[in-house]
């Protein structure tokens, strides 16, 4: 009896830790979130610990004992340990690791899940649905969006090591660094459970490279040595976001980041080592209100000016004409282009930068610029038709000026010096046909890694040796995808319904070109504004070739690249005439014979997916099902929902989009918010959605499936809870494709297509 009691007794003070525990530990003035996860099992206790800011969840602990009221928790071989008495939903004590005793108080928490997992359909269902996809196909989806099993290629400044992602088994995908002499190959960043967003060279020694959570974009910099085991979290700061600003290339042990580690709404810039993580504030963004958006630093660090906003929608152009002492030289509007590219280091005057400015013409173009003098010295380049605003100069070659290019229908390089010209020429010479970017090049310029692309090949590396001029196959990313079976891609112009001249691309398989109708999958892109859809090799739409299905891309008004104009022309008209240009392009493509116009389908991400459920209310019959990715269903909800780091710009976005606070915009909120016109939609819907998106929140995917269902409709939904604004995790968007393949299949095969209702 005693003993019954006994064990009684010790069951009910171990439910006490069982659950979740949060808290943060105050580290030299920083803040480190840590949560544990306490479990029982065969009668004891197991647990495992996050460290968000590292990037690091369930790192199963050695050691959870709970005796006399008394918690411990360790990792030997971390040299963690965790010593804590329970007082109700709190634990008090000390965490011990490398010598230190720090104070940990932890609160008993939920671990909660994002949205509504009762909503989400299982993946037995969503693997039926992509059965439905059935055919002698000659390529798979991984074939298109399995990751190259090798990438990103790199010099190292000096050009004597190569860095670049290769893929394990497990598809996991590590940076390894080739020292070019001897060939000898080294891991030195190992991909774990968090993927890696990004990296570059530093130095000759050093990388840095960049992770978050589960895509939820606050992102951390990390540091790694070319001999591997080194990697180090530079910025190990809870719920904050880094972002990189400046190479100091005269300064191999510091760059420049912002980060908004003080105001989660606003960013300042800090110089940073990147062997120790030692930190200095270059300058302080204190006013929420009137954030500075920008800043402009030379090659040696020195802050030289900085965009700030005014009154929400206006900006302010500070410049130092003296060393420290910032005046406004440009009083704008946030519609308004003037912004410096980069210094020219070329000349003796330290003012003289190139900038590109739309303040004079409707198209934006490029000057060179006194910023002392507020002067323009000379115009360099423009274009009639497009936007221009890219350069390249030579370090190497006391910063002459190299090239410009912009795009059109396809992206135009315009080679300005000399040496510039032979290397292009040869490029082109040796690469007809095909587009050229230079990835990299080293410090001496010579080496350089080519970048070949076109409509039909995805991507090819090749080295060329500028003292021998020779070129050289360095790696094929898809050679599994042969060209001549690709589709084309066809730049496409036409008029919409109120008179402006429309740019897009259609992507045909070669049914289409022996002049049989075939369906079509409409693709309006994200953004909306400023952003566009450009010429080059799309694997979406390929696979799309592949099934024998159309892509349509139009670049409605609000896109970029076409001039001011355009761009305000779309502002306030998101869902009306910026739709209304979707389905004027859809109208010309099938006027031209491509397409059964009974057969179409709209897909989108972000802002596309918000036009896939505006398209499938503002017109029901025009397309005969949707694919809806990350999209926004509710304008309301998704006002009030930005990320912290968006809310200085809420004014802006107002512009853009609409004004719940002006009556008659509010109802035009309502009349194109797709949960609003829910009784309209009549064509079978498949929703997509990452749980930690911190764009385009999961309650908008939530919002419209529920309405849908609550219906009784059945609409597929698709929910990964280790992906953000996008799926970035190749077996989450294999899974992804495959699933909406089967959905095409089921709805565009069909003679006549029927309500989506179940059963």
């Known amino acids: 009896m005693i003993v019954i009691l006994c064990m009684s007794f010790t069951q009910t003070y171990a439910q006490e830790v069982i659950g979740t525990w949060k808290g943060k530990l105050s580290v030299q003035g920083n803040e480190i979130p840590l949560a544990f996860h306490i479990e029982e099992k065969d009668g004891a206790l197991s647990a495992t610990m996050d460290s968000p800011s590292q990037g690091a969840t369930g790192i199963?602990?050695?050691?959870?004992?709970?005796?006399?009221?008394?918690?411990?928790?360790?990792?030997?071989?971390?040299?963690?340990?965790?010593?804590?008495?329970?007082?109700?939903?709190?634990?008090?004590?000390?965490?011990?690791?490398?010598?230190?005793?720090?104070?940990?108080?932890?609160?008993?928490?939920?671990?909660?899940?994002?949205?509504?997992?009762?909503?989400?359909?299982?993946?037995?269902?969503?693997?039926?649905?992509?059965?439905?996809?059935?055919?002698?196909?000659?390529?798979?989806?991984?074939?298109?969006?399995?990751?190259?099993?090798?990438?990103?290629?790199?010099f190292s400044p000096n050009g004597k090591y190569l860095s670049y992602r290769e893929k394990d088994d497990n598809k996991k995908n590590h940076v390894y660094v080739k020292d070019i002499a001897s060939g000898k190959v080294t891991r030195v960043i190992e991909e774990k459970e968090e993927l890696i967003r990004g990296f570059g060279w530093v130095n000759n020694e050093r990388l840095v490279y960049v992770m978050d959570k589960g895509g939820d974009?606050?992102?951390?910099?990390?540091?790694?040595?070319?001999?591997?085991?080194?990697?180090?979290?530079?910025?190990?700061?809870?719920?904050?976001?880094?972002?990189?600003?400046?190479?100091?290339?005269?300064?191999?042990?510091?760059?420049?980041?912002?980060?908004?580690?003080?105001?989660?709404?606003?960013?300042?810039?800090?110089?940073?080592?990147?062997?120790?993580g030692e930190l200095t504030q270059l300058y302080k963004n204190e006013d929420a209100a009137n954030p500075i958006m920008g800043y402009n630093f030379d090659k040696d660090g020195n802050l030289k000016g900085f965009v700030k906003l005014r009154d929400g929608v206006n900006m302010d152009l500070h410049y130092a004409k003296e060393e420290g002492k910032y005046e406004i030289i440009k009083k704008l509007n946030w519609k308004d282009t003037f912004s410096i590219l980069r210094f020219d280091y070329a000349t003796d005057n330290p003012h003289d930068a190139y900038v590109v400015s739309n303040l004079e013409t409707d198209k934006s173009q490029i000057y060179l610029y006194d910023l002392k003098e507020d002067k323009v010295i000379k115009k360099l380049y423009s274009n009639d038709k497009y936007d221009v605003s890219n350069l390249s100069v030579s370090r190497k070659r006391g910063y002459e000026l190299d090239y410009f290019s912009h795009q059109g229908e396809k992206r135009v390089v315009e080679p300005v010096s000399d040496y510039y010209k032979k290397l292009h020429k040869k490029i082109t010479n040796k690469f007809p046909d095909h587009q050229y970017s230079i990835a990299d090049k080293t410090d001496e310029e010579d080496k350089y890694l080519i970048f070949l692309q076109s409509d039909k090949l995805y991507g090819v590396y090749y080295s060329y040796d500028a003292k021998t001029e020779e070129f050289k196959l360095l790696y094929?990313?898809?050679?599994?995808?042969?060209?001549?079976?690709?589709?084309?891609?066809?730049?496409?112009?036409?008029?919409?319904?109120?008179?402006?001249?429309?740019?897009?691309?259609?992507?045909?398989?070669?049914?289409?070109?022996?002049?049989?109708?075939?369906?079509?999958?409409?693709?309006?892109?994200?953004?909306?504004?400023?952003?566009?859809?450009?010429?080059?090799?799309?694997p979406e739409s390929q696979l799309f070739a592949s099934r024998g299905y159309a892509t349509l891309q139009v670049n409605f008004r609000i896109s970029g690249g076409y001039g001011r104009e355009f761009l305000e022309s779309g502002f306030k008209q998101i869902g009306r005439k910026a739709m209304d240009d979707v389905e004027d392009g859809l109208k010309y493509v099938i006027e031209q014979g491509w397409v059964d116009e009974d057969k179409v389908a709209i897909y989108g991400g972000s802002h596309g997916g918000y036009a896939v459920l505006r398209g499938l209310t503002k017109t029901p019959d025009l397309y005969a099902c949707g694919v809806d990715y990350v999209g926004v269903s509710n304008l309301f909800t998704f006002m009030k929902t930005i990320p912290p780091y968006w809310k200085p710009y809420l004014k802006i976005i107002k512009e853009i989009w609409y004004?719940?606070?002006?009556?008659?915009?509010?109802?035009?909120?309502?009349?194109?918010?797709?949960?609003?016109?829910?009784?309209?939609?009549?064509?079978?819907?498949?929703?997509?959605?990452?749980?930690?998106?911190?764009?385009?929140?999961?309650?908008?995917?939530?919002?419209?499936?529920?309405?849908?269902?609550?219906?009784?409709?059945?609409?597929?939904?698709?929910?990964?809870?280790?992906?953000?604004?996008?799926?970035?995790?190749?077996?989450?968007?294999?899974?992804?494709?495959?699933?909406?393949?089967?959905?095409?299949?089921?709805?565009?095969?069909?003679?006549?297509?029927?309500?989506?209702?179940?059963?």
């Open 659 to 759: 004004d719940e606070d002006i009556a008659e915009e509010k109802a035009i909120m309502e009349e194109v918010s797709p949960v609003y016109q829910i009784d309209k939609i009549k064509k079978p819907l498949f929703v997509v959605q990452g749980a930690n998106d911190p764009r385009v929140n999961i309650d908008e995917s939530d919002q419209i499936v529920k309405a849908l269902r609550d219906k009784g409709y059945d609409v597929p939904y698709m929910v990964r809870y280790d992906e953000g604004h996008g799926f970035a995790k190749e077996e989450n968007s294999v899974e992804m494709y495959k699933a909406m393949m089967g959905f095409y299949a089921k709805h565009l095969n069909k003679k006549q297509n029927t309500k989506p209702v179940k059963g």
């Open 60 to 154: 199963p602990l050695d050691k959870a004992v709970f005796e006399n009221n008394q918690l411990t928790l360790g990792l030997k071989q971390a040299g963690v340990k965790y010593v804590a008495s329970v007082e109700s939903t709190k634990l008090k004590g000390t965490f011990y690791q490398a010598g230190m005793e720090l104070p940990l108080e932890m609160e008993k928490s939920e671990k909660t899940i994002p949205g509504n997992p009762e909503l989400v359909t299982s993946d037995t269902e969503l693997l039926e649905l992509g059965n439905l996809d059935k055919g002698d196909h000659k390529y798979s989806v991984e074939d298109y969006f399995a990751r190259p099993k090798a990438r990103s290629f790199q």
């Open 476 to 538: 094929n990313l898809m050679p599994q995808l042969k060209e001549n079976d690709m589709a084309e891609m066809r730049p496409i112009t036409f008029k919409s319904r109120d008179g402006l001249t429309i740019h897009g691309y259609i992507t045909l398989p070669k049914e289409a070109l022996q002049g049989k109708k075939v369906p079509l999958i409409v693709n309006p892109h994200g953004g909306p504004q400023g952003i566009r859809d450009s010429w080059g090799f799309n």
């Open 217 to 276: 974009e606050n992102y951390h910099l990390f540091t790694a040595g070319i001999t591997g085991g080194e990697s180090k979290d530079l910025t190990p700061f809870g719920e904050v976001q880094v972002n990189f600003l400046e190479l100091l290339k005269e300064d191999k042990d510091h760059i420049i980041i912002s980060m908004n580690k003080n105001n989660k709404q606003i960013f300042e810039p800090y110089k940073i080592n990147v062997i120790t």
